[in-house]
């Protein structure tokens, strides 16, 4: 009895979690077309429905950078979307999720490398960037659609985009 009550949760998790797409295109469809139905494997698929520009860039990162070089891209708030390219390209990022890794750092390190990290997004001084650049060993800058909206979170949890003049030192 024991086991079989046990195995309910086998049976409806996986029914759960098979309907789980189909709920969330009902809620709010994908802006970058059909999210794929059914079971699958490949871990991105939904990338292509919800975060088109992010899955070609993820894609090409994977295609055609070697080794093991420093991003560095935005890390805000926990089990969002922050911290999407080193999650799926394996690359080393400056910060991934400062709650996750505040649980194995010591906070005051991870807290001082958020502010380093929003700190480069924002500053409009060509010069500060490099210098960032150079401390943490970047190679690359990842300024996808996430970092220009929401790069940090303002006193009442609404997001803080990139302004035009920060953009500026990309160029």
Same mark, same amino acid.
């Given at each position: 009895l024991l086991l079989g009550g046990s195995l309910i949760f086998d049976v409806k998790g996986t029914q759960a979690r098979v309907a789980d797409p189909v709920v969330c295109v009902a809620v709010q469809p994908p802006p970058g077309g059909v999210q794929p139905q059914g079971l699958s494997l490949d871990g991105m698929a939904y990338m292509r429905g919800w975060y088109p520009e992010d899955y070609a860039a993820i894609t090409w990162i994977? /295609?055609? !950078? /070697?080794? /093991?070089?420093? !991003?560095v891209e935005a890390s805000n708030a926990p089990y969002q979307w922050y911290s999407r390219v080193s999650i799926y390209t394996g690359l080393p990022d400056v910060l991934g999720w400062g709650s996750h890794?505040?649980?194995q &750092?010591?906070?005051d390190q991870v807290s001082a490398r958020q502010f380093a990290v929003q700190s480069f997004y924002l500053t409009t001084d060509p010069s500060a960037a490099r210098q960032f650049l150079a401390e943490y060993?970047? &190679?690359y800058i990842y300024l996808g659609q996430l970092e220009r909206s929401c790069i940090a979170s303002g006193p009442n949890g609404s997001c803080i985009g990139i302004p035009q003049e920060s953009l500026a030192k990309f160029s």
């Open positions: 994977n /295609a055609h !950078i /070697a080794g /093991a070089p420093t !991003i890794e505040s649980q &750092r010591y906070p060993d970047v &190679r």
